[in-house]
């Protein structure tokens, strides 16, 4: 029996056709599909001042935090320092009842170091709506309205209920509650509560800054 000799374009068993793909050719697609994305990463105008603008945004936030850190813990050890030595003369004494202000009791130290996350997270709500705005007295009248206002508000309302209620939203009413030491159950929340308002507004407006950054950069 004679073997027929296959043509030049025929294909012999267990031979691949031209449309079969083999490891070599799947790992040339994954290679051209990564390379592709990686061309629109970089001739896309707006990914590159998207990741700028995050980048100031971020090394804003954190220059913020670092310098309301250091200057809020120094303060607040000054006050406690000051309340030790001058409300003594006051009255405010063991012998009328009153103990010595220490960071050795826990409330006093929670009120202590409260009121330092407090002050850098209105420091963060500021620059959150400082880069919405970008008007610097805008933005402070803004800031100012949002923290003042609504105390405000709260005062006039005769309703028990919605007086509490604003009490409780309200970002700077909520977040002092950190510096409470005593009749805590009279308070509208309790301080780690009020405090996780006020982180709840910083960064919901440190997020909406980021997000308008990225509409005016697209």
Same mark, same amino acid.
């Given at each position: ?37 990686? /061309? ?9 001042? !998207?990741?700028?603008?995050?980048? +100031?945004?971020?090394?804003? /936030?954190?220059? +913020? ?7 809020? /813990? ?41 009121? +330092? ?64 030491? /005593? ?5 509208? !929340? ?29």
């Amino acid at each position: 029996m004679t073997a027929v000799p296959l043509g030049p374009g025929a294909a012999g068993p267990g031979a691949a056709g031209p449309g079969a793909a083999g490891p070599g050719r799947a790992g040339s697609d994954v290679a051209g599909a990564l390379h592709a994305e990686w /061309t629109k990463l970089r001739t896309v105008p707006g990914t590159i001042w !998207l990741l700028l603008a995050a980048a +100031v945004l971020a090394a804003k /936030t954190a220059v +913020v935090t670092g310098l309301v850190l250091a200057a809020g /813990t120094i303060g607040v050890l000054g006050s406690v320092l000051a309340g030790r030595l001058i409300l003594p003369g006051h009255g405010f004494s063991p012998a009328h009842g009153y103990a010595l202000l220490s960071l050795g009791d826990g409330p006093v130290l929670r009120a202590a170091g409260g009121s +330092v996350l407090y002050l850098v997270l209105i420091a963060l709500l500021s620059l959150g709506v400082a880069t919405v705005i970008r008007e610097s007295g805008f933005a402070i009248g803004a800031v100012l309205a949002l923290l003042y206002v609504v105390p405000v508000i709260a005062s006039v309302v005769t309703d028990p209920h919605w007086q509490r209620h604003l009490q409780q939203i309200a970002p700077m009413t909520a977040g002092l509650d950190i510096q409470a030491t /005593t009749g805590l159950s009279s308070l509208p !929340l309790s301080p780690w509560a009020g405090l996780g308002v006020l982180a709840a507004w910083a960064g919901g407006a440190l997020l909406a800054g980021g997000l308008v950054l990225r509409l005016r950069d697209a």
